[in-house]
């Protein structure tokens, strides 16, 4: 195995912490992920993912962790868009475009401040890309402390979740609070965008939260499937984008490490077109079995 | 069939007395019941009752108002008057069966039919679903009752929209309540499918001893089966046995002006007269056709 873990992987203490908050990052994006897709809110987790950009630049501004900004701004925006009516794919749609319009312009003027009038060197490389090779082993309790919750709220309402999703009405009827159900569901997504800017940046953490769940749903039968196969995906993406971009500081051109993002989201996308192959050539059979 | 006389409005069969007039076998009491939406009034004064293990329609054309007032039953829409029992309950919120008209699911979806009936057995508690034998036990005793044991393991947004229909009324009964509300369940589907879905639905609620309302704008298909009708038009009702209520007399009464009542190769059609044409109000979803004779149905060209 000495061809994939170069000399002194297992002994570095960057890859120990960038393989914890990573695993944990990449187990949440999975499994809140899965319920992202299945509700059909891609659309929102991907503008949940362009306000964490607002929230890491606010947060490099006030001289705390990015990790913060990208939540307490997610939150924030996750509050906004319930309130201005997301109950209907079409509102959904159009709060979520005007929220994200609006954030994503304090985003540009914050990031402008953090790179004129802070010392801080590659903030927005920072932000946009992530650094797990340079984050503090002090940032691990506060990732655990994100991700339990957003766990927990998928975990615990799973059944109304699904049934939600199926049917708002069908759910209601049920006694289900659909409104509070969705609204805890987007507070979820936004804690898992969160933990996913640490890992790959603001900019592709809707990949390791939307890409293991679309291949997850693809090759699985059952949500609870799903859900499982997706976290499992989005871990191993992740820990093997981290060997990766470990290996790298020995590529070319320059010997200095590609980012662990690249090797990340390039890792899932891969695995989502061999499920896409494979999904078309199981339908191919059974055509042909069926004619 | 108690007849309510009004003043400013012709009296229509089935509106009933004062608040109270609920009867013991009762599961379902609409009493003067108006919603108003947006500043129009969808449902004015609407009564009508649901007895134990009656099929009733609810018929109208589209926008009559059937959904607002199946909302209305089930909790999700607030009544500006009037007043409502189900089952001794102010609303049906979890304690009836709600077939909706739409679902959503798309082919990609991992959610299987034994799934979807699985979620109406216990879709409103939290944690995960345990596996236990009883609840398998009882999915699948729902899905062979509708006749789809044969698809159960199947994603839903696979299935034709006769099967997803079959797969919600399983969802729908599987906690066994004891009125079913149906929100056009027949749209969408050709007439075979749509004939083995009423038959389904007669035989499983005779079985389970439910009280059913559903929902339709073509009311032919559910003819046979129906034990009574409520007729919805320019937001008011009119409730009784099919005889009583698809005259010329009670829907030109509804309506506010005239309109024909038709029998065509065994089929009702009720039509009203628009310029030198017709427009077919109720009975056959095809065949609207304003000023348009050549378009009329067969039999009916002027």
Redesign the interface.
Known sequence: MSWLFKPGFFASSPVHVALVIGGIAALVCGVVGAFTV?R?QSYSGHALADLAVTGGSASFLSGISPLWGFAGMGVLAAGVMDMIGIRRARGRDLATGIVRGAGLGFGALFLYWDTTHTSATGVAITILFGSMFTTSTSVIPLVAGFGVPALAII??????L??S???A????????RVRLTGLLCLVAIALAVSLAAITVGAILSTALLVGPAAIA??V???????TVVAALIAVLATWLGIVLAYDSFSWPPSHDGWPVSFFIVTLIFLAFVGAQLLGRGRRNALTASAG | MAVKMATSKPALPGETGPPGAETPGDVLEVDGVSVRLAGRLVLDDVSFSVRRGEFVGLIGANGAGKTTLL?VI?G?QQATGGRLSVSGRPS???V?G???Q????DP?????AR??VG??L????????LPSRRRREQIDAMLEAVDATRFA?Q??GNLSGGEQQRI?IA??LI?QPRLL?LDEPLANLDIRSAQEIVALLARITREHGVSVLISAHEMNPLLPVLDRIVYLASGRAASGTTDEIITEDVLSRLYGYHVDVLQVHGRVLVIAHAGDGFEVLAGDESAAAPGHPDHAPAGLEQ
């Open positions: 299945l059909g975990l615990v309402l799973y059944r109304p699904l049934l999703s199926v049917s009405d069908a759910a209601a009827a049920r006694g289900v749903l693809r699985t039968n059952t949500p609870a499937r799903a | 909302r089930l999700l049906g919120r979890g009836v709600y077939v909706p739409k679902i959503q699911l990609d979806m991992p959610v299987r799934d979807l979620l109406g216990d879709g409103q508690r939290l944690g995960l679903p393991n994603r839903v919600m969802h729908a906690s509300l």
